[in-house]
């Protein structure tokens, strides 16, 4: 059985129209899908029911979402039921379930529709973003921004290494001021190995290589037997290894000093390396 669940409708209206039917509980039934011919009408959605069966009879029921753009007064819809018995397929046509469509244009005296009237009045339009114009702006502007670093990205790179040159070198100053003021009130050789361990990790970082493990002959060696290298981790050996400490801090502070003027040293190479031709010195830190 099938019906629509409203009498009228209008074109491109939504209508319901129900399918149901009843049938022996051993009987597999299949109903129409979004497949099926809906002519006159377009298929919208469905919404299927669970099966009931009671008193010894089953029920199945659907419930089809549909509309028409069709402009006949009224409108038949025949949906066929599948049924499964065995190997057999049999096709069960339900009754016609008929609509009426409702006219909202309005008529003349004599039934029919009115004449169209022909309209030049130019009519005001909401301007649009134009989408493709400003796609065009901004590809135009990546690309002189992709030729400006091109044609300048040596000089940018410089730039960029000598900021973080002295980024790095800045921070490595103000650590190893911590470091050796903590030294100075603690007297600790803990805080000298720190201070030494700092000191290369900053020369490597900045020369690129690793002296962190190597020992302070090979470091020596590796600095061309730099005097200042070669004395002040000479002094820091016998500070840190051999708990050997002096009356005053003159070698201490001799050992820290050297040091840090090396790094400076190694610095400036490095500032002059990357391209800089004229580089200021940083800033002294006391130690």
Avoid: C
Avoid at 216 to 222: G, M, Y
Avoid at 243 to 265: M, V, W
């Amino acid at each position: 059985m099938g019906r629509f669940r409203r009498s009228a409708v209008r074109v491109g209206e939504l209508v319901e129209y129900e399918l149901s039917y009843r049938h022996a509980p051993e009987l597999e039934v299949i109903f129409p899908d979004s497949a099926a011919d809906f002519t006159p009408f377009e298929y919208v959605g469905r919404r299927y029911y669970p099966t009931r069966t009671r008193q010894g009879r089953s029920l199945d029921r659907a419930v089809y979402r549909l509309r028409t753009f069709a402009l006949d007064s009224v409108q038949h819809l025949v949906l066929p039921v599948t049924v499964l018995s065995g190997h057999d397929t049999l096709l069960l046509p339900t009754s016609a379930a008929a609509v009426r469509l409702i006219r909202t244009a309005p008529t003349t005296l004599d039934g029919n529709p009115p004449v169209l009237r022909q309209n030049l009045q130019v009519l005001p339009v909401e301007p649009q973003f134009n989408y493709p114009y400003w796609l065009a702006g901004l590809g135009v502007a990546l690309a002189l921004v992709g030729g400006v670093v091109l044609g300048f990205r040596r000089g940018l790179r410089q730039r960029y290494r000598r900021y973080r040159l002295r980024k790095n070198h800045a921070y490595f100053l103000a650590q190893y001021a911590r470091h050796v003021e903590r030294f100075t009130l603690s007297r600790s050789p803990t805080n000298m190995e720190r201070a030494i361990t700092l000191w290369k990790n900053y020369l490597s970082t900045l020369e690129d290589n690793n002296i962190t493990s190597l020992t302070t002959r090979e470091i020596v060696v590796h600095y061309q037997r730099d005097a200042d290298v070669s004395l002040a981790l000479r002094l820091a050996d016998r500070v840190i290894y051999g708990k050997q400490f002096s009356e005053d801090d003159t070698e201490t502070d001799l050992a820290f000093e050297l040091l840090r003027r090396f790094a400076e040293r190694q610095y400036m190479q490095s500032v002059r390396g990357s391209g800089e031709a004229t580089a200021l010195a940083a800033p002294a830190v006391a130690s």
